[in-house]
């Protein structure tokens, strides 16, 4: 089956850097996709990456290894407003759908 | 742009009733429309994926005769959940892709309580 996991949790006060990690056990994968979920909201598609390595977008960078079914999305100088889920997705099914990751909930503390 | 509504965004109703839940591009048309569903503080669980004009793939483990997806025109899917059930009672959410799968556009979505 299809599987990305994600720590549950991560804590880190403003201003600061943090990873959040996804490793993933896909088959047919072509790439892997970064969304943001604030409570009760709709899901904000932030990057995606094709190839291996770093994709960086304004304070978030987001970065695949292949050879290690390992991603991460990096986000720098963290405001308060960055607290939210984050779910990594998959591009799975021959391209055609996407399979999210168990997502980690960020709390951005002053 | 590429802006997705979702209607309505809440709805109780009773068990054994059927609910329909629309899912409109408002500003573009897409060529594909995902429904999703998801628990309280999970994943979200691709449902099915519905294109204009055709039937909709549905994931394993997913009921077709439960979930009816119709997608009638690029702009327009909707999902029913026929005979609802309190186990039914979710947050669904539909997107639609413009270009590519990898960037979606989601509705704000749908509470469903079914008591």
């Known amino acids: 089956g299809q599987s990305l996991e994600q720590p549950s949790e991560v804590t880190a006060v403003e201003g600061a850097i943090v990873q959040i990690n996804c490793t993933y056990q896909t088959s047919g994968f072509y790439g892997l996709s970064w969304y943001q979920q604030h409570d009760g909201g709709a899901p904000t598609f932030l990057s995606y990456?094709?190839?291996?390595g770093l994709e960086e977008t304004g304070r978030f960078s987001s970065f695949l290894s292949r050879s290690d079914s390992y991603g991460y999305l990096l986000l720098q100088e963290l405001q308060m407003k960055d607290s939210a889920s984050y779910f990594c997705a998959g591009l799975t099914g021959g391209g055609n759908k996407l399979t999210f990751g168990t997502g980690t909930q960020l709390k951005v503390e002053l | 742009g590429a802006v997705v509504s979702q209607h309505p965004s809440r709805v109780i109703c009773k068990s054994g009733t059927s609910v329909k839940i629309e899912c409109r591009s408002l500003d573009f048309q897409a060529t594909t429309m995902f429904w999703y569903r998801q628990f309280p503080k999970q994943s979200l669980m691709l449902m099915a994926t519905?294109?204009?004009?055709?039937?909709?793939?549905?994931e394993q483990g997913v009921e077709k005769d439960k979930f009816l997806i119709n997608h009638a025109s690029l702009t327009l899917s909707t999902l029913t959940v026929t005979s609802a059930h309190p186990e039914d009672s979710s947050f669904y959410i539909c997107?639609?892709?413009?270009?590519?799968?990898?960037?979606?556009?989601f509705g704000p979505g749908t509470r469903l309580t079914v008591l």
């Open positions: 997107s639609a892709s413009l270009a590519a799968v990898y960037e979606q556009f």
């Open positions: 990456n094709a190839l291996d």
């Open positions: 519905s294109n204009e004009g055709s039937k909709a793939t549905y």
